[in-house]
């Protein structure tokens, strides 16, 4: 049922209460005799609505005659504030609570409330309040009152261990950009300079590259032999390498690139600090991490990644397509009078989906998974590189999921399966067609020529 639609007929003009098998429903009455029974999850349920320096607490209590009593109360957002919210809630005989997701507030709240009580964090859109009857304590209340009916769907929200990597292995992922702007910066400087390192070297910050950025440093006008500090491996020529340096740097660039280098080393430090950091956290998972390993193109570092997205529990999932729309790795539902507007991806799964692509674009590579290179080549053909990698992110995840659900590792045997010629040689004139179309070609009407 649509939740917009839900809201309306919470608020009918005529609300009728009847009792059918000992459950108390919910009838409202609308215009042209239509009816809708609504019925009653949680009938102890609290709502909150939480801001940075206060929460605003509201308990639904419904009778057996299906009669709501509401009791709303204000609490502080200090930790002894919050032991008193869980102890008001335990004497109210309440377990059961609904909050709004804001920004990073609702987490130490999460944190203290989820060892008494089962709490779901609700995504700000599917709570949102109507229009001018907003206060904080209708808020608190209107979250209470469609989460008592089961209307609030709630958000993923992992063990609290693997949370704690979550953040660990986000905060790493930041350390790694601030380490890309920084190069980014330090190459600005040299391209204003007009010390076209990038053209001689194919990697800027290689050992070579950042010797001879080091002489420069010393000698802002190049003038030096550069012979000494280039690696034997490095193919191009020397006088090239000498005629690209030949630039000025002034002093407040050379003062800037001596700072970015400060700040790149100091990065570096700081995420080999956090790597030892994020292994210790990620042991208790070893063997979920090894079986992980085995999917085509994840490597330790990624199985952690993604183990500390979606956990190790695959129950908290029906289907591994719920996993995967959770991943915003399949197209939107976007359809209307028998039309699709859009099969766009969703904007879901901001860190692991492009962890996802990047484990798909080594797959695609690797000759040692020939099931997941052919998949990716028959889908390319027919609907171009970015959708086929996005199949295949979706390909790597559904393989995820079996194998965290059955403890079992990687097994190629399932897709290639599929590869094999049909023992049935006899097909249909439909069969034939999409057959012909899945492998990428193009069917003419020649009859009509």
């Not at 839900?6 to 059918?20: C, D, P, S």
């Not at 102890?87 to 309440?94: F, H, I, K, T």
């Not at 094999?420 to 179309?437: C, K």
Request: proline fraction near 4%; aromatic fraction near 8%; charged fraction near 20%.
């Amino acid at each position: 049922m649509c939740r917009t639609r839900a809201r309306k007929l919470i608020f009918a003009k005529t609300q009728l209460v009847l009792t059918q098998s000992g459950q108390s429903l919910s009838v409202s009455t609308l215009t042209g005799g239509v009816t809708l029974a609504l019925k009653i999850i949680f009938p102890c349920c609290c709502g909150m609505d939480i801001h940075k320096t206060f929460i605003i607490a509201c308990i639904a209590t419904t009778d057996s005659n299906g009669v709501t009593a509401y009791q709303s109360k204000r609490f502080s957002t200090f930790t002894g504030e919050l032991r008193k919210l869980a102890a008001w809630l335990a004497g109210s005989n309440c377990r059961d609570v609904c909050m709004e997701s804001t920004g990073k507030y609702w987490i130490p709240v999460f944190n203290l409330l989820e060892q008494s009580c089962k709490v779901v964090l609700a995504h700000p859109k599917y709570v949102k309040s109507i229009r001018g009857q907003k206060t904080d304590k209708k808020d608190a209340q209107w979250i209470a009152e469609i989460f008592k009916y089961g209307l609030v769907s709630p958000s993923f929200i992992p063990p609290f261990d693997i949370r704690q990597l979550r953040d660990l292995n986000r905060y790493n992922a930041k350390l790694t950009s601030f380490t890309t702007g920084e190069k980014n910066r330090a190459q600005n400087c040299l391209t204003v300079s007009n010390v076209q390192i990038d053209q001689v070297f194919s990697d800027v910050f290689g050992k070579s590259a950042s010797a001879v950025t080091k002489q420069l440093l010393e000698h802002p006008n190049g003038d030096f032999d550069v012979s000494p500090f280039i690696d034997r491996r490095v193919k191009t020529p020397l006088s090239e390498i000498q005629k690209a340096i030949d630039g000025y740097i002034c002093f407040q660039q050379a003062e800037k690139l001596r700072l970015i280098q400060q700040h790149m080393d100091l990065l570096k430090t700081c995420k080999a600090s956090l790597e030892n950091l994020i292994d210790k956290c990620s042991s208790q998972f070893q063997p979920q991490i090894e079986l992980v390993m085995t999917v085509p193109g994840i490597q330790r570092p990624s199985a952690i990644s993604i183990i500390s997205e979606i956990g190790v529990d695959m129950s908290v999932f029906p289907t591994a397509k719920h996993l995967c729309s959770w991943a915003g790795v399949v197209p939107q539902n976007d359809q209307s009078a028998g039309k699709k507007k859009t099969t766009r991806i969703s904007r879901a799964g901001a860190y692991i989906k492009p962890l996802l692509v990047q484990c798909s674009l080594a797959a695609i590579k690797s000759n040692k998974h020939p099931e997941i290179h052919r998949r990716y080549t028959a889908l390319k053909k027919r609907r171009g590189h970015k959708k086929a990698l996005i199949a295949i992110c979706r390909m790597l995840l559904t393989a995820i999921y079996a194998i965290l659900k059955k403890a079992e590792p990687y097994d190629p045997s399932h897709y290639q399966a599929f590869d094999l010629p049909p023992s049935q040689r006899t097909i249909t004139t439909e069969q034939a067609i999409r057959l012909v179309r899945r492998l990428g070609y193009t069917i003419l009407n020649t009859q009509a020529s």
